[in-house]
């Protein structure tokens, strides 16, 4: 058992003020989990606005630097990554998916060009035929095929259609891991299934593993292999999805699951009329 | 807890909405487009009743909510149909009487709007805000104004000097609860709010939703809000209209539509729903939502129906009384429900 991704007592902080007055915001504090090699698993990342679930996922990227512990990515340092191969390297292996897919597509640009750009510099290939068969394969891999896509600028899509296409491309250099930072938050709830379906499927059929980070409880719940809770910086409470999130211990995972309004109107309404009384 | 979910038993009717249809009608190089954002719905939402319009993105059920509220502007036009309030026994249609529309704006009829970041201006203070929205409608002293605009604050739950303070100051949720305060401090009989909670920190949702809730209890007004989150039209919503392709599919008291959802829409949109306790796998829907400028004939869920036949594809279902509600579907009620 080898670990693919290892995070030991991770911490970040930000100064913020000005030169005489300033303060140091801890966003990261001490954060410790793995990811196992042989074991592809979701691992989910919970917490509100402001709790460091993005931060976390920034530095597991290569994106921003911790301010003390260490990153392993695979047995090698994700921070002592230097040169522009060993980037390339790294970056091939972890792939990101972001939150807004209107917004991680040029609009000016057809969308094709962004996996065509990707299948060249992760798989270094130039031969026109073999980045079409690339992305092909990977665009099968989400539902969707070359000849549907090409030439379509991201504006002639659905959301739904656009975060699949997001995917489709983190998945062209074959990577290991995928860092989702709040995938479904921007895409309407009848659509949300499909994409969550969707992770559920790569983990299973590609071996892909998958840090899923979203404040939705319900879809960590449906999703989710283990679950770390995260607030103000630090992991209130981690283990298990199924057994942190159906009885929660903290006082503020307790407080973010009942947070959840149930899709029942009896229940839900009980929970509202008793706010106002 | 069963009586607050029956829809409210007085029947007079405050808005009534009768065969809209609003396209959105483009010209571009002689090439002229039509976009059917709002085709032909009628509906009716009475006193003291909050009423929820749900369903997918680019389905028009913003379209719809901002020609009832009378808000639009060209490329977006009304063909068709009608829009009239009856505001304490003095009727209003919004399309035949501009000059008592503008009378009627934010002092019978307001609008809590999508995304509370961007309502208030960044660089001036909160207070200004009241000023620019309500100072006119109200026809009180600037001191009279200022009395009542910081005790309807505290009856919402805000301290008075957040009227002191720019936006940037205030949290997420304070900002939204600002919004409904701008919205509600005239006391309407009316208020149209779009997608209220969906930029809300999950822990603050609730909160706001009591608020809607409570406020609209004490003041009587009527709500009509539109989201695509089912669980908040769950929380709040006395009534649901479902809105596929601009067309309304289904209709009734809330608790019917989740217990017993008559269209394979509904029907779809309340399984799919990812609860706490539960991880089975659930389906997702097949296919894209249509295109509105070249919607699918007959029945537009067909191409993406699991109870298709051939009926559906030529031949578009009415919207038909149907137990508690109204619905559109040649198959209505075959559905299974999970």
């Given at each position: 058992?080898?670990?693919?991704?290892?995070?030991?007592?991770?911490?970040?902080?930000?100064?913020i003020g000005g030169?005489?007055d300033?303060?140091?915001?801890?966003?990261?504090?001490?954060?410790?989990?793995?990811?196992?090699?042989?074991?592809?698993?979701?691992?989910?990342?919970?917490?509100?606005s402001g709790?460091?679930?993005?931060?976390?996922?920034?530095?597991?990227?290569?994106?921003?630097?911790?301010?003390?512990?260490?990153?392993?990515?695979?047995?090698?340092?994700?921070?002592?990554?230097?040169?522009?191969?060993?980037?390339?390297?790294?970056?091939?292996?972890?792939?990101?998916?972001?939150?807004?897919?209107?917004?991680?597509?040029?609009?000016?640009?057809?969308?094709?060009?962004?996996?065509?750009?990707?299948?060249?510099?992760?798989?270094?290939?130039?031969?026109?035929?073999?980045?079409?068969?690339?992305?092909?394969?990977?665009?099968?891999?989400?539902?969707?095929?070359?000849?549907?896509?090409?030439?379509?600028?991201?504006?002639?899509?659905?959301?739904?259609?656009?975060?699949?296409?997001?995917?489709?491309?983190?998945?062209?250099?074959?990577?290991?891991?995928?860092?989702?930072?709040?995938?479904?938050?921007?895409?309407?709830?009848?659509?949300?299934?499909?994409?969550?379906?969707?992770?559920?499927?790569?983990?299973?059929?590609?071996?892909?593993?998958?840090?899923?980070?979203?404040?939705?409880?319900?879809?960590?719940?449906?999703?989710?292999?283990?679950?770390?809770?995260?607030?103000?910086?630090?992991?209130?409470?981690?283990?298990?999805?199924?057994?942190?999130?159906?009885?929660?211990?903290?006082?503020?995972?307790?407080?973010?699951?009942?947070?959840?309004?149930?899709?029942?109107?009896?229940?839900?309404?009980?929970?509202?009329?008793?706010?106002?009384? | 807890?069963?009586?607050?979910?029956?829809?409210?038993?007085?029947?007079?009717?405050?808005?009534?909405?009768?065969?809209?249809?609003?396209?959105?009608?483009?010209?571009?190089?002689?090439?002229?487009?039509?976009?059917?954002?709002?085709?032909?719905?009628?509906?009716?939402?009475?006193?003291?009743?909050?009423?929820?319009?749900?369903?997918?993105?680019?389905?028009?059920?913003?379209?719809?909510?901002k020609?009832?509220a009378g808000a639009?502007t060209?490329?977006?036009?009304?063909?068709?149909?009608?829009?009239?309030?009856?505001?304490?026994?003095?009727?209003?249609?919004?399309?035949?009487?501009?000059?008592?529309?503008k009378a009627a704006r934010w002092q019978n009829l307001s609008y809590i709007m999508q995304g509370s970041m961007n309502v208030l201006n960044p660089v001036r203070r909160v207070k200004h805000a009241f000023h620019d929205f309500a100072f006119k409608h109200m026809g009180l002293s600037p001191s009279a104004f200022r009395a009542r605009v910081e005790k309807h604050l505290q009856r919402i739950g805000l301290d008075p000097h957040v009227l002191e303070s720019f936006p940037h100051q205030l949290s997420g949720g304070m900002r939204q609860r600002l919004t409904i305060a701008l919205a509600t401090v005239c006391e309407p009989?009316?208020i149209i709010a779009d997608e209220p909670t969906t930029a809300l920190d999950?822990?603050v949702?609730?909160d706001v939703?009591?608020l809607i809730?409570?406020i609209?209890?004490?003041?009587?007004?009527?709500?009509?809000?539109?989201?695509?989150?089912?669980?908040?039209?769950?929380?709040?919503?006395?009534?649901?209209?479902?809105?596929?392709?601009?067309?309304?599919?289904?209709?009734?008291?809330?608790?019917?539509?989740?217990?017993?959802?008559?269209?394979?829409?509904?029907?779809?949109?309340?399984?799919?729903?990812?609860?706490?306790?539960?991880?089975?796998?659930?389906?997702?829907?097949?296919?894209?939502?249509?295109?509105?400028?070249?919607?699918?004939?007959?029945?537009?869920?067909?191409?993406?129906?699991?109870?298709?036949?051939?009926?559906?594809?030529?031949?578009?279902?009415?919207?038909?009384?149907?137990?508690?509600?109204?619905?559109?579907?040649?198959?209505?009620?075959?559905?299974?429900?999970?």
């Open positions: 058992m080898s670990a693919l991704l290892e995070l030991r007592n991770v911490n970040k902080d930000y100064r030169f005489f300033s303060s140091t915001l801890h966003a990261v504090k001490n954060v410790s989990f793995t990811l196992d090699d042989s074991k592809p698993e979701i691992f989910t990342i919970v917490g509100e709790s460091g679930k993005t931060t976390t996922a920034r530095m597991i990227l290569g994106n921003e630097t911790p301010t003390s512990g260490s990153l392993r990515f695979m047995g090698q340092s994700i921070t002592a990554i230097r040169s522009r191969a060993g980037k390339l390297k790294f970056m091939s292996k972890a792939q990101p998916i972001f939150q807004n897919p209107f917004e991680a597509f040029n609009p000016l640009s057809t969308i094709d060009y962004f996996l065509f750009s990707t299948a060249r510099r992760f798989l270094g290939l130039r031969d026109k035929a073999a980045i079409d068969a690339a992305t092909d394969k990977a665009l099968h891999h989400v539902g969707l095929s070359l000849a549907e896509v090409r030439g379509r600028y991201s504006h002639e899509l659905s959301g739904g259609q656009l975060q699949r296409i997001a995917v489709a491309r983190a998945l062209i250099p074959e990577p290991k891991l995928i860092v989702a930072d709040e995938p479904v938050s921007m895409v309407d709830a009848s659509l949300r299934m499909s994409i969550v379906n969707l992770f559920r499927d790569l983990r299973d059929r590609l071996g892909v593993s998958i840090i899923y980070i979203t404040h939705d409880l319900s879809t960590a719940y449906y999703i989710s292999d283990r679950v770390i809770i995260m607030y103000k910086g630090d992991v209130v409470e981690s283990g298990v999805a199924q057994e942190v999130l159906g009885n929660p211990q903290h006082a503020y995972s307790k407080a973010l699951s009942q947070a959840v309004l149930p899709p029942d109107p009896e229940a839900a309404r009980k929970i509202i009329m008793a706010k106002i009384a | 807890m069963l009586d607050t979910l029956q829809a409210p038993t007085t029947t007079s009717s405050m808005l009534r909405v009768e065969g809209l249809k609003a396209y959105y009608q483009m010209n571009y190089f002689g090439v002229r487009r039509e976009v059917r954002a709002v085709d032909d719905v009628s509906l009716t939402i009475n006193r003291n009743e909050i009423y929820g319009i749900a369903g997918e993105s680019s389905s028009g059920k913003s379209s719809l909510i020609t009832i639009i060209p490329p977006l036009r009304v063909v068709e149909g009608s829009v009239k309030f009856d505001f304490a026994g003095r009727e209003l249609d919004v399309y035949a009487d501009p000059q008592a529309m009989d009316f999950v822990l949702q609730q939703l009591a809730k409570d609209q209890q004490r003041m009587g007004a009527s709500i009509i809000f539109v989201t695509h989150d089912m669980t908040v039209h769950a929380a709040i919503a006395d009534r649901i209209g479902i809105v596929y392709a601009g067309r309304l599919v289904e209709e009734g008291p809330t608790l019917d539509v989740f217990r017993r959802p008559q269209h394979p829409y509904t029907a779809h949109l309340i399984s799919s729903l990812p609860r706490i306790g539960d991880n089975k796998k659930r389906s997702a829907l097949p296919g894209k939502p249509p295109n509105l400028a070249d919607p699918p004939s007959g029945c537009r869920f067909h191409p993406r129906c699991p109870l298709a036949v051939d009926k559906c594809t030529n031949e578009n279902p009415p919207l038909e009384a149907r137990l508690t509600g109204r619905v559109a579907c040649w198959r209505a009620g075959e559905v299974q429900t999970a």
